[in-house]
């Protein structure tokens, strides 16, 4: 008998995705973005918002040929107030973070890139029930 090699197929050149799905009940509204500077994240955010869709996963990344940091997001059917924030350096990610604490706001979402030899934090926050106890560490 005689084995067939298996092959992997050649993926375009270019920008890469990768994502995640899971099993989900009803037919909640979701929406996905791709990776886009700020200027347009920012928008799309507020107006997924206004469609009564919350960030339940987000991603950011620096693209060195443009120096343009680029967020990527993930927004499902939710309710409760939500903040997201451009990338910024530590200090000013861990302060962000104990005021939106302060308003009953958890990190939902947490995403490092090497912004020229400094380490970026992007940040989105949710309101979300239960104890207010949360901790958080920079990258190390």
Known sequence: MAR???????????VRYTGVWRGGQGTGAQRVLPAQPWSEFAPADKTCFELGLRLASASATYDRKTETPLYAGVWRGGHGAQQARPAMPWQ???????AYLGQGLRLVALSIFNRNGQTAYF????GEPGDVKQWLYPAM
């Open 92 to 98: 000013q990610l861990a302060a962000q973070n104990l």
């Open 4 to 14: 067939v090699a298996a092959t992997t197929p050649t993926a375009p050149a270019g």
């Open 123 to 126: 940040g989105a926050w949710r």
